[in-house]
């Protein structure tokens, strides 16, 4: 399969020695004092390693991540909470009081960035200094990127919150960012000040619009947003509201490129010129009264600004909202035929793991891991539910119910990481095969449990998961889906252990615990020539040998059911031979 990863063991080996050498390394340096850096060599280092990092992509002719014979290498299993104070209550200090292996708690460090960022696909680094001009490098693990551009780049002063000072793998003293919410980008650009008249004030905030739809023009989105929020500052002072309404209605357009969706659904709200009534509120008069003595151009903006109402509401899981606001847009443009819902995707980019915990190697879907965290740290109405409705073994129990603080969301990414690992799911083609190493998180449908003898099974209608029941089920009966159905006991118990910590106890596989030893490898070794000729088959490798393919495929099904107790087996699916039976039904 094209989305395997092939890990000899001695490479294993080899991450896994680095990762708790390492982590045995810095657990004799808690508290030691940061031994200081020459600025002018650490300056020159973060260049030169900046430079080579930009002329090996240019080589390489990377676009994007690189592919699994590069995979990178990630150490988990040392969680700590995030920071859940705002910035302005903490006490400052400076890089020359840092001990190393050491959170800082109740503390923060105001640093400017010194050198070029050194970019990488799960990591960014760079040297920063302090008032006291003392330098030091800085490391942001895994969540680099913020509005589409990586963070370090974004700015040139930062506040690194409650600053954690260890080391990295290589032995490298840095100050390390793994919650996006510890690193505080400092503003280049104040709000605008208000003219002294109304007529000034509209021509500023024109022009602010203007600057934003050009930069909008060029997919210059965070310098078009800019414009936008100083425009609205601006025309939110004027007497009519038409001025700040368009703005709004831009502004929420950049806001859904940038996955901002709570932004973008109140900026949309806010552009509304003749609103439907909130069927919410105690008055709610008739719903038609809004298209009446408005005119074309009017209903036409309403229509824009309630489709983007909707789609942002649809990112945010609020699908009852989302129906209303689509249905209030076709109620508006009935003929319009071009709304159509923005269908998010997740990276596929994936990391190998060492979790401390249980010196377990993983491959983990960090892709996935980025873009839950970026979708949660951009839209604070989603945090709460995602760390309090799921299950994960870090719990994250000293930050546990602090979600926000002044400074903006908080987002555990150690909670997620966990999160992840025991919920997510990865999406499988129409044969049963991996569909090109996409995965996803349906918060809903992780709540089920697992047997190897479900009663439903999933599909997928693109972004949406529907749970379809494969038998009747009973009124109290509870709702099951299998995690892993490979046809090997042996390799489906490891894949429950590793992937979700548990061993699978259901009476398939108490039936399959009780064969011989002799007899389980010889089904597993069958039930591998199976996996071939079917991934042959979704290869389209079939054509004008399908009748050879059906012979093969009776043969190995009729092998595979010689490996089965008929009186032990009775009533139980055949794992091994299941997707060979559905084959030979076509």
Known sequence: MSNAVYLTEQEAARIKTTVLNSASKRATLIGNARTPRIAKDAISQATGAALMADMGAMSMGQTQAPDNSSIPALAVGQPYPPCIVPAHELQPMGLADLRTETHHRGFKLVVKRASPVVTGVVRSWAMVQDEAEETERIEVVLHTLRDGQDVLESAKEFVVKEPYFTLTEEGEPTLRIDHPSDLVVVPKDKPPAVPATSEETEKKAVAQKTKGNNALGKNELLAALGHYTAGITLASTLPT??????????????????????????????????????????????????????????????AKSYFRAATAAYHLTNYPTALRYF????????????????????????????????????????????????????????VARLMTESFGDWDGAEGKGCFATDD???????RV???????????AGKDGSDAGGSAGFWPYAALINHSCVPNTQREFVGDLMVIRATKPIAKGEEIVHSYDESGDYAERQEALLTMWGFE???????????????????????????DELLKGVAAGGAGSNKRLVMAKAKRLVAALEETYDEKRYRGLPRLASQRLQQLLKK
């Open 241 to 302: 509201p038409d001025l700040a309404r368009d703005i709004h209605r831009n502004r929420s357009h950049v806001n859904l490129l940038l996955q901002h969706y709570d932004a973008a659904l109140s900026d949309a709200l806010a552009a509304l010129i003749n609103p439907f009534p909130d069927p919410d509120s105690d008055t709610n008069p008739d719903t038609e009264q809004n298209t009446k003595n408005t005119d074309s151009r009017t209903t036409e903006l309403d």
């Open 408 to 414: 903006g969301p908080v987002v555990d990414v150690f």
């Open 327 to 382: 249905q209030h847009q076709k109620t508006l443009m009935p003929t319009d035929r071009g709304a159509a819902t923005n269908i998010a995707r997740v990276g596929a980019l994936k990391a190998m793991t060492c979790d401390i915990r249980d010196e377990r190697m993983r491959v983990a879907p960090v892709g996935l891991e980025r873009a839950v965290v970026d979708r949660a740290f951009n839209n604070a109405s989603l």
């Open 504 to 530: 699978c106890t259901c009476v398939l596989c108490e039936a399959e615990k009780g064969d011989e030893v002799a007899v389980r490898e010889k089904r597993g070794k069958l039930a591998r020539e199976a």
């Open 417 to 427: 990481h966990d999160i992840i690992a025991r919920n997510a799911f990865g999406v």
